[in-house]
């Protein structure tokens, strides 16, 4: 498994598609980040939505 491993890392830095491959690594690294950073600011806000969607529609079945 080791000599498996070896041979795959020394095939990926004598191929031309090893930098391409960490390139897109970086890039898919960079747009997880992106997302994270976007879903943790706006979190709050779809959930306040829907809590004042369901208060709006309980209180029109009430009536």
Not at 20 to 30: N, P, Q, W
Not at 37 to 47: D, F
């Given at each position: ?33 992106v ?29």
């Amino acid at each position: 498994m080791k000599r498996y491993l070896k041979n795959i890392f020394s095939k990926l830095l004598r191929e031309e598609d090893g930098p391409t491959s960490v390139e897109y690594c970086v890039m898919l690294a960079a747009i997880l980040m992106v997302c994270f950073v976007t879903i943790a600011t706006l979190g709050g806000v779809p959930g306040g939505l829907f809590s004042n969607a369901d208060t709006l529609i309980r209180n029109a079945m009430n009536n």
